[in-house]
């Protein structure tokens, strides 16, 4: 059984209670995963981005967290 990889952009700024999830990107494979999240992060300037695992091709099943990068870089900057 193969398994699919779903990243997922996160927009978040903890002053305005801010934590929405932006854009969906379906992966062709795990393989360089630090990489290919960090190119989705930059584009969207994500300062979260979640990677969900799922046993089927169209991602409508059961959605599993498999990893989670953070992005300071990224973060809001209306604190500063
Ligand atoms: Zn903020």
Redesign the pocket.
């Known amino acids: 059984m193969s398994n699919y990889f779903l990243a997922v952009t996160y927009d978040i700024?903890?002053?305005?209670d801010?934590f929405e999830d932006m854009n969906e990107y379906p992966l062709e494979s795990a393989a360089n995963l630090v990489d290919q999240v960090r190119k989705f992060a930059k584009q969207d300037v994500a300062p979260l981005v979640k990677v969900f695992e799922s046993t089927s091709s169209d991602f409508t099943g059961e959605l599993k967290l498999y990893k989670e990068f953070r992005f300071k870089d990224y973060e809001?900057?209306?604190?500063k």
């Open positions: 700024c903890v002053h305005n801010l809001c900057k209306c604190a």
